[in-house]
């Protein structure tokens, strides 16, 4: 059983090669780091130097080529496929950039799904939580709207309610403000924030830096290797 003042994420000495044709690419090298629970860090550095690959690593998309990821107490290179499946619906609400709502669903539906596919409560319960996250984004007004119907700030808004769907204690997202204007930014972060203080951890990786300076904790990842690190909000 995970003890609550253990960390949430531990990254430890994490390698990460690609092969590329002949080739061995070296994307991660040597990277460490822990998060607490309830912590609010950001992922910064520049494109193309390893961050998208250890997000990955996070949600176990990608594995380590040595080293290990330990997320809520889980090794995630020793579970299968579907073992991870299960575990991500437990565990993680994955924001990614691009929204990735399904276009065919309503806000509403869309926000149900991630609850069908792990079998949590009734589908009546279902559907009265899916309307309670998009009241809390601010889009209960919206619930029954496809995507195309919304903004894109509506929609990423929308996203965030899905990947809270199943109460995860970990939220990941990926550049979530990356095609948002910045008041519409200013009001996903207010979102964040809030999940913040209810004691949810998230990780973001991000290049808005004035984003990034309102996380408590910023790691800097360059040529693969974590260089610096700044508690922001000590």
Same mark, same amino acid.
């Given at each position: ?8 994420? $531990? ?17 991660? +090298? ?15 550095? *520049?494109?193309?130097?390893? +961050? ?68 949590? &409560? ?10 309670? &996250? ?10 029954? +709207?496809? *995507? ?5 700030? $509506? ?13 995860? *204690? ?29 004691? +949810?951890? &998230? ?32």
């Amino acid at each position: 059983m995970n003890n609550a003042a253990d960390p949430i994420v $531990q990254v430890q000495d994490v390698f990460k090669n690609y092969r590329v044709g002949d080739h061995e690419v070296e994307v991660l +090298k040597g990277v460490s780091f822990e998060i607490q629970r309830g912590e609010f860090v950001a992922i910064v550095g *520049p494109s193309g130097n390893g +961050k998208s690959t250890l997000l990955n690593m996070i949600t176990g998309i990608d594995h380590p080529t040595s080293g290990a990821v330990l997320v809520n107490g889980r090794p995630l290179h020793t579970l299968s496929e579907n073992q991870l499946a299960e575990w991500r619906g437990e565990n993680l609400g994955i924001v990614f950039q691009f929204f990735q709502l399904l276009p065919a669903l309503n806000l509403l539906q869309n926000v149900v799904l991630p609850m069908d596919f792990v079998g949590k &409560l009734g589908r009546p319960t279902r559907r009265e939580r899916a309307m309670h &996250l998009l009241e809390l984004v601010g889009l209960g007004d919206q619930a029954h +709207k496809l *995507p195309s119907q919304v903004s894109g700030g $509506q929609q990423q808004r929308a996203a965030i309610a899905r990947a809270l769907a199943n109460d995860p *204690p970990l939220i990941v997202a990926d550049e979530p403000t990356g095609n948002l204007d910045a008041r519409t930014t200013a009001d996903v972060f207010d979102v964040f924030c809030h999940l913040i203080d209810q004691g +949810k951890t &998230l990780v973001m990786v991000t290049h808005d830096k004035e984003l990034a300076d309102q996380a408590a904790r910023r790691l800097l990842i360059e040529n693969g290797r974590l260089v610096h690190e700044t508690q922001v909000n000590a």
